[in-house]
């Protein structure tokens, strides 16, 4: 079945470093979500990206899906201990039925 | 609007119990999914309902299984309950999935089930 990797698994930043997570498939991606579940919660909604080289941002926060939309990436500028958590990619599987979770990047931002 | 909603969010079963677990999803959404969280593993999809019809299932074994009312509302059932099976239970509901591109996701806070 379809997967989708994400890296990398574990990430320890110092507060005000920047961080990245990059999500990939081995093939095209009609569209995908970003969600970021704090420690002790529930996964949360952040973006949805649809168009090939797409950029949305956030604040500190910026999405982007690849040309070939097989890759999408999310970059965290100047982190903050807000930050902390894991931040998962998801994408409709190739029936576009059910939705394939990446396995997540758990940011830990030391103060 | 009023967001997913779980119950009961903590649930403490011994092996062999049964335990259901009920979602209610967002108003006007159809569509229910469930997901296993453990540390470590992620999020293990278990199956999806819309519209009273399971559409989709994971792979996990027959002791789990589902359904959905006719006001969305969805339940889960474990059977037969292992050690193996205390995890965080997550629904998440969404419009419908294959209404592109209306298809995020949102979840509820989750069941913590502990089985000893």
């Known amino acids: 079945g379809q997967q989708v990797m994400q890296i990398p698994q574990y990430q320890h930043v110092q507060e005000g470093e920047d961080f990245t997570t990059y999500c990939n498939s081995s093939?095209?991606?009609?569209?995908i979500q970003w969600y970021k579940q704090r420690p002790g919660g529930h996964p949360v909604f952040l973006i949805q990206?649809?168009?090939?080289?797409e950029v949305k941002k956030q604040k500190r926060l910026t999405f982007q899906f690849g040309e070939a939309k097989k890759n999408s990436s999310l970059h965290i500028t100047a982190t903050q201990t807000t930050d902390v958590g894991t931040y998962f990619c998801?994408?409709?599987?190739?029936?576009?039925?059910?939705?394939?979770f990446g396995p997540g990047t758990r940011l830990s931002v030391l103060p | 609007k009023a967001g997913v909603t779980q119950t009961p969010r903590y649930l403490i079963k011994t092996r062999g119990q049964q335990v259901t677990l009920s979602c209610s999803p967002i108003?006007?959404?159809?569509?229910v999914s469930w997901y296993q969280q453990t540390p470590g593993q992620g999020l293990q999809f278990l199956f999806e309902?819309?519209?009273?019809?399971?559409?989709n299932k994971g792979n996990f074994p027959g002791r789990f299984s589902g359904r959905q009312f006719s006001n969305s509302r969805s339940e889960m059932n474990v059977s037969t309950l292992e050690l193996g099976d205390s995890a965080l239970y997550l629904c998440?509901?969404?419009?419908?999935?294959?209404?592109?591109?209306?298809?995020?996701?949102?979840f509820g806070p989750g069941t913590r089930l502990t089985v000893l």
């Open positions: 990206l649809v168009k090939s080289g």
């Open positions: 309902y819309f519209s009273e019809t399971q559409r």
């Open positions: 998801d994408t409709p599987d190739n029936y576009g039925q059910n939705f394939v």
């Open positions: 093939t095209t991606l009609s569209n």
């Open positions: 998440a509901s969404t419009i419908n999935p294959q209404m592109f591109p209306y298809n995020e996701q949102f």
């Open positions: 108003s006007g959404h159809r569509s």
